[in-house]
């Protein structure tokens, strides 16, 4: 028997990302989350899409099983990556994880369908859930509804998937916002983060200085406006010529981003590292100065959550989901999205008072501890399981 006393369940997770290998970040919480279902005796078989040739068809986990379902239409290329609605894919990709999720419910005798994503694994998991006779929940992770808002064919579809599951988790009071705007009620919606942060790996230096870098972790795309921290940050080394700029993480905007810092005569200031394994993230934000999260409409930010508990203070925008995680002028400060000259106001206050950064620091641990410990969020995970497997 697990912590609160919730029996062993038998989980079936239907999700639009997954790791594709072992050196893969894509989707990596999901797999993280599903690893700690599964030390609390559940068992959590997957369901995703298989993108890439070179990814194995399945493959089985200390928690449970992993399936990829080929889809000859994915032409190895991310759904993210894909402009508009390839309805061939998505029909194709629906209809065998309806097939394969039916007879997963079957063999694997699934108490309940989990999906990650309102579109298209919400789509997928609701037809299984139909079929099967078994109750989902649908977690919303940001993307899945701002991308989506007001699409004429994806959004009522997610509308009718919102309101059939018995339970929707959203990952900031941002994305319960959408939902509520598509009829679910309070008593239906749960607001908590994917997977919390394991706050003993995401720990502070021994030694709290905030000489290091200024950082950047995730995805090198638009949403993320990386472009605003550089121009932000060419302000800022005029007057802090000894500070770097470092971006960890990869995506389609890494080389126009590269070339703008030539362009702007700071490319031996800025340093890319590419896609680094999660592993390896405490260790670069241990020896940062600050993390900045310049993103429009983030449904949360993972990487907020893991820089407080190493003890960083945060920029970041107002918007999205951010906000439910840094307490402006206490763990950081929230500027305007695209606001460059905010953002590099900023990151001179902070560069400029050490001092003021380490105070910052030491309260984002804090609140990293009391608020966003992972353990804390399963229990919560287990509770909805159970409310949803009452009815």
């Known amino acids: 028997m697990n912590s609160n006393d919730t029996p062993p369940l038998n ?12 050196k893969s970040n894509r989707g990596w919480f999901i797999r993280e989350l599903a690893q700690k279902l599964g030390c609390a ?3 959590v078989d997957i369901l995703t899409e298989k993108v890439f040739s070179r990814s194995t068809d399945s493959e089985e986990e200390p928690f449970g099983r992993v399936l990829r379902v080929a889809n000859p239409f ?7 990556d894909v402009r508009g609605f390839p309805l061939k894919r998505l029909f194709h990709l629906i209809a065998r994880e309806t097939k394969e999720g039916f007879r997963l419910c079957r063999s694997e005798k699934v108490d309940l369908i989990h999906a990650h994503w309102a579109a298209p694994s919400g789509l997928s998991a609701a037809l299984i859930s139909f079929l099967a006779a078994r109750p989902f929940v649908l977690s919303i992770h940001g993307t899945d509804v701002t991308r989506f808002a007001g699409h004429p064919v994806a959004w009522p579809v997610i509308r009718q998937v919102v309101r059939r599951a018995r339970r929707v988790i959203c990952n900031s009071s941002f994305t319960a916002g959408y939902i509520r705007d598509l009829g679910v009620p309070d008593s239906r ?3 908590l983060p994917c997977i919390g942060v394991d706050t003993d790996r995401f720990h502070p230096a021994d030694n709290l200085h905030m000489e290091g870098a ?10 993320k406006r990386p472009d605003v921290l ?3 940050f060419t302000r800022v080394s ?4 000894g500070k770097r700029l470092l971006f960890v993480g990869d995506g389609p905007q890494r080389k126009k981003l590269e070339e703008r810092a030539g362009h702007l005569g700071i490319e031996n200031r800025v340093s890319f590292l590419g896609a680094v394994p999660n592993a390896e993230l405490p260790r670069i934000y241990r020896k940062a100065h600050v993390l900045v999260l310049p993103s429009e409409k983030e449904g949360l930010g993972q990487v907020v959550m893991e820089a407080m508990a190493c003890g960083l203070p945060v920029l970041a925008s107002r918007d999205g989901g951010i906000p439910d995680l840094v307490k402006n002028g206490e763990t950081g400060f929230l500027f305007n999205p695209g606001d460059i000259g905010a953002l590099a106001g900023y990151l001179k206050n902070l560069l400029k008072d050490p001092e003021k950064a380490i105070r910052f620091g030491i309260r984002a641990r804090r609140t990293a501890v009391s608020e966003f410990h992972g353990s804390n969020v399963i229990e919560r995970y287990q509770s909805v399981y159970r409310d949803a497997l009452k009815g």
Not at 214 to 223: A, D, K, P
């Open 74 to 80: 994915s032409r190895e290329r991310l759904l993210a």
């Open 189 to 191: 919606i749960d607001v």
């Open 230 to 232: 550089l121009e932000a």
């Open 41 to 43: 005796g559940h068992r």
């Open 238 to 241: 005029k007057v802090f010529p």
């Open 214 to 223: 200024v950082l950047f972790v995730g995805n090198i795309t638009l949403q």
């Open 11 to 22: 989980l079936l997770f239907v999700t639009n990302a997954y790791p594709d290998g072992p």
